[in-house]
Each structure stands twice: as structure tokens, then as C-alpha cells.
């Protein structure tokens, strides 16, 4: 009987599967999936992040630093990059609008410099 248990629990295990990373499916409107940086230099950063190719308006992206919040620079592409910045800690913040609406955010810390 414990051998049909053990081999049970290890069934739903691999059918299930742990990730931690997430899909694009069932996201209607869900924050951007998979960021993952593509390039960066001192002073330029890009990043990508997987299309869920669901009915939205485009992807929007800010980015603090020392306080201050940049201007939100828009993207109808699952890609955005940035030149020119200044050394320091940054935080970007991405997320989908979807009909007026908007995502949760995604943030992603990096030092530039």
C-alpha cells in the first residue's frame, strides 16, 4: 500500500510540474511574463519579455531612481531599451495596459555605472 501511495504522489508531482516561471495562458490582461535582460552596457540597458499576444493597448515601462520616476515610455513590442543613463540603482517597472486598464507591475532592480 505504501508503494501505491509513493508511486501516486509521484505521478501528480511530474504531471503538475513546479516552475517558477510563469505562461502566457489564461492571462487576459496579466503583467509581462519572463523579463529577462538582453543587453547591458555602463550606461544602456535592454530588455525582452514573452509576447502573450493577448487584446491589449501595449506594454508600458518606467524607471525610478533616487527617487525621482522618469516619464512612462510606451512599447507595442515585448521588447524596450534605454541609453544614456546616469550611474546608479535602478528599478523598472513594466507592465500591459489592456483597454484602459493596466496589469500588475513587474519590477526589475539593476545598478548601472
Known amino acids: 500500500m505504501k508503494t501505491l501511495f509513493f508511486s501516486f504522489v509521484i505521478l501528480c508531482i511530474s504531471s503538475f510540474g513546479f516552475s517558477n ?62 541609453s544614456g543613463l546616469a550611474p546608479g540603482v535602478y528599478q523598472f517597472h513594466f507592465y500591459t495596459v489592456c483597454n484602459g486598464t493596466a496589469s500588475s507591475i513587474i519590477i526589475e532592480e539593476t545598478v548601472m555605472g
Open 21 to 82: 516561471t510563469e505562461s502566457c495562458q489564461n492571462f487576459n490582461c496579466g503583467a509581462p511574463v519572463n523579463l529577462t535582460v538582453t543587453s547591458q552596457s555602463h550606461n544602456a540597458i535592454d530588455f525582452d519579455w514573452d509576447d502573450c499576444g493577448n487584446s491589449f493597448s501595449g506594454y508600458a515601462v518606467y524607471y525610478t531612481k533616487d527617487g525621482q520616476t522618469s516619464q512612462t515610455f510606451s512599447s507595442s513590442k515585448s521588447e524596450i531599451s534605454f
